[in-house]
């Protein structure tokens, strides 16, 4: 089983994974400057302070979702009115130290930066037997190497929609392949943006050579 992510799965809707009753850490509200960027967070921003999602969870969210197909279709990218500077350092952080669990191993900490919508919806999108689920989410956490880690190149047209949430572009590279757009949604839940949807635009195969276009 791939580490579930929003950020750079393209053949799900989502990366993974808000504990909604746990407080913040500082780090939260800080924020992400854009001029930060880029970076390629550390695992050690994952930090004891972020409460995980529990393994139960993990698996009553796939046992709640109903499998469905995935495919080929247009979509339209919601518009709404720009977000302040705070509101995109806030869901830069968010993306930010997301990352940097995934980057540590520790998915279960991962998780708690999705709502529960997302959740459903990633495990809705691919049928995962409890028992892989259980290993995966229970191992115990194993960083990746830093020659394996995901950067965020940048974020760009944040934008504050009508229903409340927050999208924004966000671009990211893997080692070895084209960087790859994620157009993702956060929620504010207390005083916290987690992220709640997402659409994924893969490079065009054209523009990588040796790449058949088909």
């Given amino acids: 089983?791939?580490?579930v992510?929003?950020?750079s799965l393209?053949?799900?809707?989502l990366a993974l994974l808000a504990c909604g009753a746990a407080a913040a850490p500082t780090f939260a509200q800080e924020g992400t400057p854009a001029a930060?960027?880029?970076v390629t967070p550390d695992p050690v921003e994952c930090v004891?302070?972020?409460v995980p999602r529990s393994l139960d969870e993990i698996v009553a969210f796939a046992a709640q979702a109903t499998p469905i197909a995935t495919v080929a279709t247009a979509?339209?990218?919601p518009i709404g009115e720009p977000a302040d500077e705070a509101t995109v350092a806030a869901i830069a952080a968010t993306v930010r130290v997301e990352l940097a669990c995934v980057h540590a191993g520790d998915f279960l900490r991962n998780a708690s930066f999705y709502t529960d919508d997302a959740?459903?919806?990633?495990?809705?999108?691919?049928?995962?037997?409890?028992?892989?689920?259980?290993?995966f989410f229970g191992s115990p956490p194993a960083p990746l190497p830093a020659e394996a880690r995901t950067t965020i190149l940048t974020v760009t047209d944040a934008m504050v929609l009508g229903d409340g949430r927050v999208g924004a572009f966000f671009v990211f590279a893997d080692p070895g392949v084209p960087p790859v757009t994620n157009f993702l949604l956060f929620v504010e839940e207390g005083d916290r943006w987690l992220v709640d949807d997402g659409?994924?635009?893969a490079p065009d195969p054209a523009a990588v050579p040796g790449t058949p276009a088909a």
């Fill in 1 to 3: 089983m791939k580490p």
């Fill in 5 to 7: 992510r929003l950020v």
């Fill in 10 to 13: 393209v053949a799900l809707p």
């Fill in 36 to 38: 930060a960027l880029p």
């Fill in 48 to 50: 004891a302070e972020i």
């Fill in 75 to 77: 979509v339209a990218v």
């Fill in 119 to 135: 959740l459903r919806r990633l495990f809705a999108s691919e049928s995962i037997p409890e028992e892989e689920l259980r290993a």
């Fill in 199 to 201: 659409l994924t635009f």
